[in-house]
């Protein structure tokens, strides 16, 4: 693994209504600082960012999703330092015998992503820094 420890980022609830969803945490008082099409993203104020998205969304950036869309409705999300320690982590964890969710690449917002589950079948979500240069767009399909 990385010398330097994964940061807890973000967390990725997949929501069936998004409307309804963002209703009910603005009722709750959290601040959402992005709602378009089937993405919205909830700012806390300790810097841990709750991203909404549709399953339908998610089944672009999720091979997991696809393959059983009753899984994968949380992925908890860590920061990690670059590109190549995602890639070391996911081969480190899944070598380990964890399940791996979502083979590493390199997604349409330009970090380096990967899934895989934790031993009690949460999907842990591995990402770099973003990089501007990688970006692209419309979104592809991850790779299965």
Not at 67 to 94: C, K, N, W
């Amino acid at each position: 693994m990385s010398a330097e420890p994964p940061k807890l980022a973000q967390l990725n609830l997949l929501v069936d209504d998004l409307p309804a969803a963002v209703e009910f945490y603005r009722r709750l008082g959290v601040t959402v600082s992005a709602d378009s099409g089937p993405h919205a993203e909830l700012n806390l104020p300790d810097g841990l960012l709750v991203e909404l998205d549709t399953v339908r969304s998610a089944r672009v950036w999720h091979a997991g999703v696809r393959a059983d869309p009753a899984t994968g409705r949380v992925v908890i999300g860590f920061s990690l330092p670059s590109r190549e320690a995602v890639d070391t982590s996911y081969a480190e964890l899944t070598g380990a015998g964890y399940e791996g969710r979502q083979p590493p690449y390199d997604a349409f917002w330009g970090s380096r992503y990967a899934i895989v589950a934790d031993p009690a079948g949460n999907d842990v979500g591995l990402m770099s820094p973003a990089d501007e240069s990688m970006r692209s767009w419309p979104p592809e399909e991850s790779p299965a």
